[in-house]
Nanobody, 123 residues
Framework: QVTLVESGGGLVQAGGSLRLSCAASGSTFSTYAMGWFRRAPGKEREFVASIGRSGGIIYYGDSVKGRFTISRDNAKNTGFLQMNSLKPEDTAVYYC????????????????WGQGTQVTVSS
């Protein structure tokens, strides 16, 4: 049992930055990998980034590579997604998720989902 709660979404201008947080509870955060996905209206779910249990393995989707940074603080049971150089096409609902490995998350395998947080980038 894992409960995930995202926060930090909002409205930002193109070129700006936003930091998302994913607070975990119900299980030891350090025992699982975590990741981020997003879904825009009319589009399929897209993998954004994932990170291993200790932060040593990281994957990024091609569309965000070089602009987004995923991290985690196991002592605070929290994961993060720092989003820089935002573009209008980044507009979507962003979801936090967990699985046993970062590689499985990259492949779309998920055990638990958060409720999502809206990110809107204006031009």
């Amino acid at each position: 049992q894992v409960t995930l709660v995202e926060s930090g979404g909002g409205l930002v201008q193109a070129g700006g930055s936003l930091r998302l947080s994913c607070a975990a509870s119900g299980s030891t955060f350090s025992t699982y990998a975590m990741g981020w996905f997003r879904r825009a209206p009319g589009k399929e779910r897209e993998f954004v980034a994932s990170i291993g249990r200790s932060g040593g393995i990281i994957y990024y989707g091609d569309s965000v590579k070089g602009r987004f940074t995923i991290s985690r603080d196991n002592a605070k049971n929290t994961g993060f997604l720092q989003m820089n150089s935002l573009k209008p096409e980044d507009t979507a609902v962003y979801y936090c998720a967990t699985k046993e490995t970062a590689l499985r998350l990259m492949g779309g395998e998920v055990d638990y989902w958060g409720q999502g947080t809206q990110v809107t980038v204006s031009s």
